[in-house]
């Protein structure tokens, strides 16, 4: 089943709603998957418009905004398997931003259902160079990072 919604577009029913997007991630336009949590009815509550809607609204914002933080997840995770100290072609050394955006490519964004979070719940997927099988997932409350680590933090 396919829809055109009035905020999220054309919408494909795959047990969520899956849509595609052109967006701007640090100056490059990226295609990414738009997940919506909603029932196969098509009906979306307020909650996720207004989370979707501010989140987009800020989106150059947020982006500047959530690189520290994976940054420093790729620095805890590093530290924690081990390979701060014995190498790992998997896991480069990373010290800033700028080296750490070499590897991370943004593949979605996922608006789940309202009353799962308090406050507006906004996930975003990323690929990455260190863990292609589990990727970066990075949960966010009210425009601000809740939580960072593997994709599925972000569905």
Known sequence: MTINDKVFGKLDYQYSWVGYRTIKFLGKDTEIALLIGGEDDGHFDEGQYVAYNTFMDNWEEIQQSILQPILD???????????????????????????????????????????????????????????????????????????????????
């Open 73 to 155: 997840y790729y620095k805890d995770k590093r530290h924690e398997l081990g390979y701060d100290v014995s190498f790992n072609e998997n896991y480069p050394l990373i010290e800033s931003v700028d080296k750490l955006i070499e590897h991370i490519t943004l593949v979605g964004i996922s608006v789940p259902y309202d009353f799962l979070r308090d406050g507006r719940d906004i996930g975003v997927s990323f690929d990455c160079s260190w863990n292609e099988e589990d990727g970066l997932g990075i949960r966010l409350i009210n425009e601000k990072v809740d939580e960072v680590g593997y994709q599925d933090v972000a569905l």
